[in-house]
């Protein structure tokens, strides 16, 4: 059961962008499994992909293909999109497979291999079914389309374990004229972020130079997608896309830069959110806030350890108030001269801990009545500096195993 199981919204048309659909029949029949996006000629296009050192090989294509379309001076044209298979750890093979997808698109499409950046998700360690992958791209290319049904037919055509579509736009002033920002993204299991742990792709119909993409495609993304875990397994096919498409208004001076990031940044928010609220068996939302440490890094690092912490997680499908398991957790984080003393623990509005131990003023009931909200909020001071992180969690439940344990069948 996914928490907060919301509608896909409507997404409205961007000029240059269509989004078209395929059925391939890659892993199963009668399914969304292929997607093509086209982008305009006047597009900037940034990434960030996974640090998993068994990168898929469209990872490495996608991250080549973006390179060398940067030294010559030109931007991509199509994003390519499967789901059903990963096309990792499939070795030369897989580079071969995701190259030649990229070389029939860019034939049926009339533009260049390089102007192609593929995607995978799926199992892992199968090799790609390239003659129904293939077949699927002329009827994606005739679906093509730029309302908001093409953008929720895109968001379906990319999940796996997913029990629905994510998407999310945001429109802003700047300068007296509109931006817009839409966004879909994927992932239920396998997340624990190391640059992104997911596939999203991000448009705005803004004009940025690529120098400014890339800062706040990486600025939003470690406040988004990297903050956010199911279950601490990072993908193998991790990547976030943001592309600028220069058809709008150009964001250049600070004023204008400040107004799109924090745009930006709740767009990425929202997709990163969407993600654990789909979250493979989960019926748990759990912000977990640390302040006052030295230092973001440790700040991270304590919300991460308790995030992945299976007994905590296990204890909040439960609804037990178990709260020993949250302080265990607090306590084995990798913090130097930890003062245990300074320590504050909060669920939701209960106090948990301070002075070392157990706060004086809790009560059985007043913590059981937080964990068995289906949102909940750990809060963790650690009274050590000024600095703050905020990571985005999920419980651990039955359904979890057995979706796992299902996954291939």
């Known amino acids: 059961m996914a928490v907060g199981n919301t509608p896909f919204p409507e997404l409205p048309p961007l000029e240059g962008v269509r989004l078209g659909v395929a059925m391939a029949g890659?892993?199963?029949?009668?399914?969304?499994?292929?997607?093509?996006?086209?982008?305009?000629?006047?597009?900037a296009v940034s990434g960030v992909f996974t640090r998993n050192a068994f990168c898929a090989a469209p990872?490495?294509?996608?991250?080549?293909?973006?390179?060398?379309?940067?030294?010559?001076?030109?931007?991509?044209?199509?994003?390519?999109?499967?789901?059903?298979?990963?096309?990792?750890?499939?070795?030369?093979?897989?580079?071969?497979?995701?190259?030649a997808s990229c070389v029939e698109l860019a034939k049926q499409?009339?533009?260049?291999?390089?102007?192609?950046l593929p995607f995978s998700t799926g199992v892992i360690g199968?090799?790609?079914?390239?003659?129904?992958?293939?077949?699927?791209?002329?009827?994606?290319?005739?679906?093509?389309?730029?309302?908001?049904?093409?953008?929720?037919?895109?968001?379906?055509?990319?999940?796996?374990?997913?029990?629905?579509?994510?998407?999310?736009?945001?429109?802003?002033?700047i300068g007296n004229q509109q931006v817009t920002i839409n966004g879909i993204t994927k992932g239920s299991g396998m997340i624990k972020p190391n640059m992104a742990t997911m596939l999203g792709f991000v448009v705005t119909d803004a004009t940025i130079e690529a120098p400014l993409l890339d800062?706040?495609?990486?600025?939003?993304?470690?406040?988004?997608?990297?903050?956010?875990?199911?279950?601490?397994?990072?993908?193998?096919?991790?990547?976030?896309?943001?592309?600028?498409?220069g058809t709008g208004p150009r964001i250049a001076d600070e004023e204008q830069i400040a107004v799109f990031s924090n745009a930006l940044q709740r767009v990425?928010?929202?997709?990163?959110?969407?993600?654990?609220?789909?979250?493979?068996?989960?019926?748990?939302?759990?912000?977990?806030?640390?302040?006052?440490?030295?230092?973001r890094q440790e700040a991270l690092d304590v919300a991460f350890t308790v995030?992945?912490?299976p007994l905590v997680k296990t204890a909040l499908y439960a609804s037990d108030a178990n709260w020993g398991r949250i302080l265990a957790a607090v306590g084995r984080a990798p913090v130097s001269d930890f003062d245990v003393n300074r320590v504050v623990i909060d669920l939701g509005d209960v106090r948990l801990v301070e002075n070392g131990g157990?706060?004086?003023?809790?009560?059985?009931?007043?913590?059981?009545?937080?964990?068995?909200?289906?949102?909940?909020?750990?809060?963790?001071?650690?009274?050590?500096?000024?600095e703050s992180a905020t990571v985005w969690t999920s419980d651990l439940s039955h359904d979890y195993v057995s979706i796992n344990a299902d996954y291939r069948s």
């Open 126 to 173: 199968e090799p790609l079914p390239m003659e129904r992958l293939l077949a699927g791209l002329a009827a994606a290319l005739e679906s093509m389309a730029s309302d908001s049904v093409a953008w929720e037919h895109a968001g379906q055509g990319i999940l796996t374990t997913d029990t629905r579509a994510k998407g999310t736009s945001v429109t802003v002033e």
């Open 268 to 295: 990425m928010t929202e997709l990163a959110q969407a993600i654990i609220r789909d979250g493979e068996g989960a019926t748990k939302f759990i912000t977990l806030q640390v302040d006052e440490a030295k230092s």
């Open 26 to 43: 890659i892993k199963k029949p009668d399914r969304r499994d292929v997607v093509v996006i086209e982008l305009p000629e006047t597009v």
């Open 59 to 99: 990872v490495l294509v996608a991250k080549q293909h973006l390179e060398q379309c940067r030294a010559e001076n030109r931007s991509p044209r199509f994003w390519l999109i499967n789901t059903g298979n990963a096309n990792a750890g499939t070795g030369e093979a897989g580079l071969r497979d995701a190259r």
């Open 358 to 386: 157990r706060a004086a003023g809790y009560t059985e009931a007043a913590g059981s009545a937080v964990m068995a909200q289906s949102e909940i909020t750990i809060r963790i001071n650690l009274g050590r500096g000024e």
């Open 215 to 245: 800062r706040l495609l990486r600025e939003t993304v470690d406040r988004s997608f990297n903050c956010i875990t199911v279950d601490s397994d990072t993908s193998t096919n991790d990547a976030c896309m943001l592309a600028a498409t």
């Open 307 to 309: 995030a992945h912490s």
């Open 109 to 116: 499409a009339g533009v260049s291999e390089q102007d192609v």
